[in-house]
C-alpha cells in the first residue's frame, strides 16, 4: 500500500511540473522575468512579481522536456506499476529521467532550460554523459520488465553467437572473385624462375607487401596448385621510382605468401622510399660505399623532427576541439525595447532635453539607442545627466558613446538582461577570422553590436593590457594566445612567455613555438628581454645588409634571394644551419608586468620593454603586456607612449580608466571580458571570447607532440644572465692571455675535456674548466680553428673531428 501511494506522489509530482514548465514555455516572450533584475518597476505588484520570478526559476533550470518522462511514465503505471506495487517501481522514476533527459539534450536540447543545459553542457564530458544515458535507460528497463528484459538480453546474445558470419558474406566474396577473374591478368610463365631469382640475389630485407584476403588466397591456390609459392620481395634499389613501385607493389600484392617464407606486412609509401630507405649493402668487399647503421638512425630521427614541423601538419594537428554547444538565448522581445526607450525619453524630457530615439543597435552584451538631439541641443547637455538617466534605468550602468562613426546620433549603451556567452570558437570559425590576411591575427571577440573584431598584432605593433582582478584579463591573454597558435606555425612565429604568478601561462609550458621554457624569476626575464633586445639588433644588422626595411621585406626577397647573398648572411647565423635563414616573428607576453617592474631588475626590465616597444617593430618582435594594477608607478609614461594600443577591462576608479586610456569610462564597464579598446585615437568597445581552461589544454597536449627544441645559445645566455656575446675581436680571458695573440693556457685541457665526453659546447667548458661564457666559447672557436672540432650546425652540437687516441 506505501508503494502505491509512493508512485502517486511521483506521478502527481511530474504532472504538476509538466504543467508549468509548459505553461511558462508557451508565454515565455511576455511572461517578465524579475528575478535577474535589481528591482522592480514601480507598477509591478509584490504577488506578481514574486509569481513570476518564481516561476521563471523553475522553468530555467527544469524545461518543457519534463512531458517527456511524464508521459511515459503514466503509461508504465497504469500497464504495469499500479498492478504488482512493487518497491522498485519507486526507483525507476530517477532512472526514467535521466534517461529522458540525456535524450533530449542531445537531439532537443532547446527543450530544456537554459540553466539545466549550462550545467549539464559545462560540467559533463559527451563520454561520461553516454556512459550514464546507457546505464539509466538499461536500468529503467530492467526495473520496468524484470525477468522478461534479462531473457530477452540472453537470447541476443546467444544469436549473436551462433550467426553465420561466413554463410552472410559468402555473396560478397563470390562477387569479388569475378572481378578478380575479369580484371586481374593471370602471371606469365617464368615470372616465378624470374622473382625467385631476384630473391636470392637481394642480400637485405625490404619491406613485405600486403597479405591478401583469404577468399583470394583459395581461390589463388586452386589455381596454382602445382606451382611452387613465393614471398614477394621489394628491392629497394636507386631504380625504384614512384611510378615502378606502384608496379611492384601491385605485383606483389597479388602473389601469395607461402608457410614457409612469410614477412610481416608493411605499408610502403612511394613519397618517401627513394629519401628513407638506406642503401643497400652488397657482400661483395669491392664495394666502395658502406653505410653506417647510426648515421642511418641520426637520418631517420633528424627526417622526423623536420617532418612534425611541418606547416601543413601542423595547421591539420590543431584545431580548437571545442564540444561545447553555442548556448541559445531568446531574444528579448519588443516590449524590452520599448520599456527602455520610454525611460530614456521620459528621464530626457524633464530635463527639457529635445530629441528622440531613432534606432537600436541589438548586440550581445549591451544594446545601443541612438537618440537623435533637436535643434539647437549641445552633446554636454546628454552627457551630464548620465548618472540621472542610470538611475531610471534600475541603476544600470550606461555609457554615453559619441561621436558615432558615420552617423549624426548619439549613443547610450544599456547592459542587457541576461546577457549571451561568447565562445571562442564563435570567432575563430567566422569569416573574418579564416579568411583574415593579417601576420598576426588576435581574436578579440564581438564589438557592441554582434559583429566580430580581428585585429593584427603586427600592425600596433604592440599591446598594452591592463583591469582589475576578475575583470576578464587573463581568459583575453589565453584567447589571443590560442588564436596566435591556430594560425601560425612553429616555423612562422616563436613565443617568450613571462609569467611571474607562475600560473596563468603554465598550460603553454610545452609549446614547440617556445624559444626558451616559461619564465617566472624576475632576473630570469630580465635576461630573456636582454636576449630579444640583442635579437632585435642582429636582425637590423641582416636586414640593412640584406637591404630590406622590415621583417616581411626580409622574408619575401629571401625566397629568390642567389647563393651569392645568402653566403654573406652566414656570420650572423652562427648558431642555425642554412635553411633557416628565413626570419620567425617573436611574440613577447608578459602576464603581470606590475610584478615585475616592483622587484628587483624592475628598472632593467622597463629599460628592455621600453627600447623594444620603441623598435622592434620592423624586426618582427612584439609585446604583449597586462597588469592588474593600472598605477602611474607601473604605467609610466614613457610606456604609454610606446604602446598606442591599449586594452582596458574594468577598473575600481576614473583615475585608472585615465591612466590606462587618457580617458574615462572604462570604470562603467561591465566585467567579465568587457573591455574598451583604444588603437590610435579611436576606442571601440569589445567583449572578450571565453575559452574553457579544458580546451586549452586539449590543445596544448596535441601541440605537445612537437616537442619543442630550445637554442642552445639562447638557453646558455639565459644560465650566464646575459653576457656579452662571444664575438668579440680582443677579448681578455679570465687568468689567461688575450685572443690577440697566443694560445689560450687552458687549451690543452678543454682539448682532453672535448675529446673524453665526445662532445664540444660552451656550457660543458664552463663546468668542466671553471671559466666564464666569453672565454669558453672562444675555446671552442679556437678549437675549431685547429680542427678539433666541426663548425656550428645550428640547434645541434659541434662534431668531435680528433679521435680519442690523440689523448695518448
Excluded at 529522458?100 to 549550462?118: E, H, K, M, N, R
Excluded at 538631439?373 to 550606461?398: F, M, N, Y
Excluded at 620567425?584 to 608578459?590: K, L, R, S, T
Excluded at 659546447?761 to 668542466?768: E, N
Aim: charged share 25%; proline share 5%; aromatic share 10%.
Amino acid at each position: 500500500m506505501m508503494n502505491t501511494k509512493i508512485l502517486k506522489y511521483e506521478l502527481f509530482t511530474l504532472f504538476f511540473l509538466t504543467i508549468i514548465t509548459l505553461v511558462v514555455f508557451y508565454y515565455r516572450d511576455t511572461l517578465p522575468d524579475n528575478y535577474l533584475s535589481i528591482s522592480s518597476a514601480s507598477s509591478s505588484g509584490f504577488f506578481s512579481y514574486y509569481v513570476t520570478s518564481f516561476l521563471n526559476f523553475i522553468n530555467y533550470y527544469s524545461g518543457p522536456w519534463v512531458f517527456v518522462p511524464c508521459a511515459i511514465f503514466t503509461s508504465f503505471y497504469v500497464l504495469v506499476f499500479s498492478k504488482r506495487a512493487d518497491w522498485i517501481d519507486a526507483l525507476n522514476i530517477f532512472s526514467l529521467s535521466i534517461f529522458s533527459l540525456l535524450t533530449i539534450f542531445y537531439f532537443q536540447p532547446s527543450l530544456l532550460g537554459a540553466g539545466l543545459y549550462q550545467i549539464l553542457d559545462m560540467t559533463f564530458s559527451a563520454f561520461s554523459m553516454f556512459l550514464v544515458w546507457a546505464a539509466a535507460g538499461t536500468l529503467f528497463l530492467w526495473g520496468a520488465f524484470r525477468g522478461g528484459f534479462t531473457e530477452k538480453v540472453q537470447q541476443a546474445t546467444s544469436g549473436f553467437k551462433n550467426f553465420d558470419y561466413k554463410a552472410a558474406t559468402a555473396p560478397v566474396q563470390e562477387k569479388f572473385l569475378l572481378l578478380k577473374d575479369k580484371f586481374i591478368k593471370p602471371k606469365a610463365e617464368g615470372e616465378d624462375e624470374l622473382e625467385e631469382e631476384m630473391a636470392e640475389e637481394s642480400m637485405v630485407a625490404a619491406p613485405a607487401a600486403l597479405p591478401m584476403s583469404k577468399a583470394a588466397l583459395k581461390a589463388k591456390e586452386a589455381e596454382k596448385a602445382s606451382k611452387e609459392e613465393v614471398a614477394p620481395i621489394l628491392l629497394p634499389d636507386h631504380s625504384l621510382t614512384a611510378e615502378n613501385a606502384e608496379e611492384v607493389k601491385t605485383e606483389a600484392f597479388l602473389v601469395p605468401i607461402t608457410e614457409a617464407k612469410k614477412v610481416e606486412p608493411a605499408v610502403v609509401d612511394e613519397d618517401e622510399m627513394e629519401e628513407h630507405l638506406p642503401v643497400v649493402v652488397q657482400s661483395s668487399h669491392d664495394d666502395d660505399e658502406y653505410v653506417d647503421e647510426s648515421e642511418i638512425s641520426i637520418f631517420k630521427n633528424r627526417a622526423h623532427k623536420v617532418d612534425s614541423f611541418d606547416d601543413d601538419q601542423y595547421y591539420n594537428l590543431v584545431k580548437l576541439g571545442n564540444t561545447k554547444k553555442e548556448t541559445k538565448f531568446h531574444q528579448p522581445d519588443e516590449k524590452y525595447f520599448h520599456d527602455i526607450i520610454s525611460k530614456i525619453q521620459a528621464k530626457l524630457g524633464e530635463f527639457k532635453i529635445q530629441g528622440q530615439i531613432i534606432n537600436v543597435l541589438k548586440g550581445p552584451v549591451v544594446d545601443t539607442f541612438e537618440w537623435e538631439l533637436g535643434p539647437g541641443e549641445k552633446v554636454s547637455r546628454l552627457t551630464s545627466i548620465a548618472e540621472d538617466l542610470s538611475l531610471a534605468l534600475s541603476g544600470s550602468p550606461i555609457r554615453m558613446v559619441y561621436p558615432m562613426k558615420g552617423r549624426t546620433t548619439v549613443g547610450i549603451e544599456v547592459p542587457r538582461n541576461p546577457r549571451d556567452f561568447i565562445f571562442l570558437d564563435e570567432i575563430i570559425g567566422s569569416k573574418d577570422f579564416t579568411n583574415t590576411s593579417h601576420h598576426l591575427p588576435l581574436a578579440m571577440g564581438k564589438d557592441a553590436f554582434g559583429e566580430p573584431v580581428v585585429v593584427d598584432l603586427a600592425a600596433m605593433p604592440h599591446m598594452l593590457v591592463a583591469g582589475s582582478t576578475g575583470a576578464g584579463k587573463s581568459v583575453f591573454i589565453n584567447s589571443v594566445l590560442v588564436s596566435l597558435l591556430i594560425k601560425k606555425s612553429p616555423n612562422q612565429m616563436k613565443l617568450i612567455l613571462i609569467d611571474p604568478k607562475q600560473l596563468e601561462l603554465a598550460l603553454y609550458s610545452r609549446l614547440p613555438h617556445l624559444l626558451m621554457p616559461v619564465i617566472t624569476e624576475p632576473k630570469t626575464a630580465a635576461t630573456s628581454l636582454l636576449w630579444a633586445c640583442q635579437e632585435m639588433d642582429r636582425r637590423y644588422t641582416i636586414m640593412s645588409e640584406f637591404g630590406v626595411r622590415n621583417i616581411e621585406g626580409f622574408n619575401h626577397k629571401l625566397k629568390n634571394a642567389q647563393p651569392q647573398a645568402l653566403e654573406k648572411l652566414r656570420k650572423h647565423y652562427e648558431y642555425a644551419s642554412e635553411d633557416t635563414y628565413e626570419l620567425p616573428f617573436i611574440v613577447i607576453i608578459v602576464d603581470e608586468f606590475a610584478d615585475l617592474i616592483l622587484s628587483a631588475k624592475g628598472k632593467e626590465i622597463e629599460t628592455q620593454i621600453n627600447r623594444l616597444a620603441a623598435k622592434a617593430r620592423a624586426a618582427g618582435i612584439h609585446l604583449i603586456v597586462a597588469t592588474q594594477r593600472p598605477s602611474v608607478d607601473v604605467i609610466t609614461g614613457v610606456i604609454k607612449s610606446n604602446f598606442p594600443t591599449r586594452v582596458s577591462f574594468r577598473v575600481t576608479s576614473s583615475q585608472d580608466s585615465r591612466t590606462i586610456l587618457n580617458a574615462m569610462g572604462a570604470e562603467k564597464l561591465l566585467g567579465k571580458g568587457d573591455m574598451l579598446y583604444k588603437y590610435g585615437v579611436d576606442t571601440t568597445r569589445i567583449h572578450s571570447a571565453f575559452i574553457d581552461e579544458a580546451e586549452i589544454e586539449a590543445l596544448a597536449d596535441k601541440l605537445s607532440e612537437m616537442t619543442p627544441e630550445y637554442n642552445p645559445h639562447i638557453m646558455e645566455f639565459l644560465e650566464n644572465g646575459g653576457e656579452e656575446e662571444p664575438m668579440a675581436a680582443v677579448t681578455t680571458r679570465e687568468g689567461g692571455e688575450s685572443s690577440s695573440g697566443g694560445r689560450d693556457d687552458k687549451y690543452d685541457e678543454a682539448v682532453r675535456v672535448v675529446l673524453e665526453h665526445r662532445s664540444a659546447s660552451a656550457s660543458l667548458l664552463q663546468r668542466r674548466l671553471g671559466v666564464g661564457y666569453n672565454r669558453a666559447a672562444n675555446l671552442i672557436e679556437e678549437m675549431e680553428a685547429q680542427g678539433v672540432v666541426g663548425p656550428a650546425q645550428g640547434s645541434k652540437p659541434r662534431k668531435v673531428l680528433m679521435g680519442s687516441e690523440s689523448l695518448t
